[in-house]
């Protein structure tokens, strides 16, 4: 994320948090005391956010944060100190729980990409995450999926072409919005959404470049990878499996054959990895 896009970000959720001010801090906490803080990761899983934390922390005013650790790593050895800070203790305890958010929330998302990842590994299908974020946190949420091992589909409705269903009823039929689209946009690849084999079948013929296979079964993956190996071989277009992928289910998908398996739920359903942080007077 931009500076100034990771300013704004980290300033808005403080702002929502402190608000007028940390009312507790500002009776309890002695004029001038200063703190050290630790974070420290209670579950085992990949560290993403750090670059938000120490935003978070200069923002309220602590004026030293040491990384302890590199993100994109798996650490199964916890609890792990990542994170050491020192200043002015009000202003670690107002960073508190919006650095603890952020980096819970995107460390989460790194995790359970990196179990996906690990799930399909050997099997040459990879990772992709969808728009299923939260609204102004895409960039942020679509980092972690990549220090996960993941990677990145569009970033939004501006950078890649996806025919959906609602684009064909709308534009008449498939070869319409096919047609429509390369008059349009002609640089650009052409993905299109399939809900069985008939229609990737047609899709294919039709020449797209890239196939969104919906909420098919394993065996009518299957089908559609023979299908397109036999039309336009095994290096034609691309073929991407969606729609309620789990981690149990990852393998199997894989090994029909796909190349790509893109899962919602690594940005909308990702569990928060546990952080704490402790304050110890300075």
Same mark, same amino acid.
């Given at each position: 994320m931009h500076r100034l896009d990771l300013e704004t970000t980290v300033a808005r959720a403080l702002a929502e948090d402190i608000g007028a001010g940390d009312v507790t801090s500002e009776a309890t906490v002695p004029e001038g005391a200063r703190g050290r803080a630790r974070i420290v990761q209670k579950q085992p899983g990949v560290v993403?956010?750090?670059?938000?934390?120490?935003?978070?922390?200069?923002?309220?005013?602590?004026?030293?944060?040491?990384?302890?650790?590199?993100?994109?790593?798996?650490?199964?050895?916890?609890?792990?100190?990542?994170?050491?800070?020192?200043? @002015?203790?009000? #202003? =670690?305890?107002?960073?508190? &729980?919006?650095?603890?958010?952020?980096?819970?929330? +995107?460390?989460?998302? %790194?995790?359970?990409?990196?179990?996906?990842?690990?799930?399909?590994?050997?099997?040459?299908v990879r990772i992709l995450d969808t728009r299923k974020t939260t609204p102004g946190l895409r960039e942020l949420e679509k980092a972690a999926v990549a220090a996960g091992g993941g990677q990145n589909h569009r970033m939004g409705l501006?950078?890649?072409?996806?025919?959906?269903?609602?684009?064909?009823?709308?534009?008449?039929?498939?070869?319409?919005?096919?047609?429509?689209?390369?008059?349009?946009? @002609?640089?650009? #690849? =052409?993905?299109?959404?399939? &809900?069985?084999?008939?229609?990737?079948?047609?899709? +294919?013929?039709?020449? %797209?470049?890239?196939?969104?296979?919906?909420?098919?079964?394993?065996?009518?993956?299957?089908?559609a990878v023979a299908v397109r190996n036999a039309e336009r071989g095994p290096d034609g277009p691309p073929l991407e499996a969606s729609g309620g992928v789990t981690l149990e289910t990852a393998r199997q998908i894989a090994e029909t054959g796909v190349d790509f398996i893109s899962v919602g739920a690594l940005t909308h359903s990702a569990p928060v990895l546990d952080f704490s942080m402790l304050l110890d007077p300075a």
């Open positions: 993403f956010g750090l670059a938000v934390v120490a935003e978070t922390m200069r923002q309220c005013g602590v004026e030293d944060v040491d990384n302890l650790v590199v993100e994109g790593q798996w650490r199964e050895d916890v609890p792990t100190e990542v994170v050491l800070a020192s200043g @002015p203790a009000a #202003a =670690l305890l107002a960073a508190e &729980r919006t650095a603890l958010n952020f980096l819970g929330h +995107l460390s989460g998302i %790194a995790t359970l990409t990196a179990r996906f990842v690990e799930a399909v590994a050997g099997t040459g501006y950078d890649a072409v996806l025919i959906k269903e609602n684009h064909i009823a709308l534009a008449g039929s498939v070869a319409k919005a096919i047609h429509a689209m390369r008059t349009a946009q @002609p640089k650009m #690849a =052409l993905e299109i959404e399939c &809900r069985d084999v008939e229609e990737a079948a047609y899709a +294919l013929g039709a020449g %797209a470049d890239r196939l969104l296979l919906d909420n098919m079964t394993p065996a009518e993956l299957g089908e």
